[in-house]
């Protein structure tokens, strides 16, 4: 059975720094894309980065470019999110995703299939 744990989440000020990580459980993720996506309340689900599976390629959406730092340890299955200078409205539940296919880059919702359970991200004024 295949299951996504993040963690790291929590409670900030603004301009702190929080690390989510996530840890892939059941399978190995080998040749597979790996991403970030947050959704505030209210809002949709919405893309936040996500890298390739050698580590060479990443995306960022544009209002974290620069703040935040998506990397991953194949060896330990895991995918992390730096995220720096935290502003108010990076407030969310960060969720991380696999793609349905190997080999792929892609910021689509509908392109993931494996997602985890969320973890909360509140950053304060």
């Known amino acids: 059975q295949v299951q996504l744990v993040e963690s790291g989440g929590g409670l900030v000020q603004v301009g702190g720094s929080l690390r989510l990580s996530c840890v892939a459980a059941?399978?190995?993720?080998?040749?597979?894309?790996m991403g970030w996506f947050r959704q505030a309340p209210g809002k949709e689900r919405e893309f936040v980065a996500v890298?390739?599976?050698?580590?060479?390629?990443?995306y960022y959406t544009t209002s974290v470019k620069g703040r935040f730092t998506i990397s991953r340890d194949n060896a330990k299955n895991t995918v992390y999110l730096q995220m720096n200078s935290l502003k108010p409205e990076d407030t969310a539940v960060y969720y991380c995703a696999i793609p349905n296919k190997p080999l792929i880059m892609t910021t689509r919702r509908d392109d993931y299939d494996y997602w985890g359970q969320g973890t909360q991200v509140t950053v304060s004024s």
């Open positions: 890298i390739n599976r050698s580590s060479v390629t990443t």
């Open positions: 059941g399978r190995t993720f080998r040749g597979y894309a």
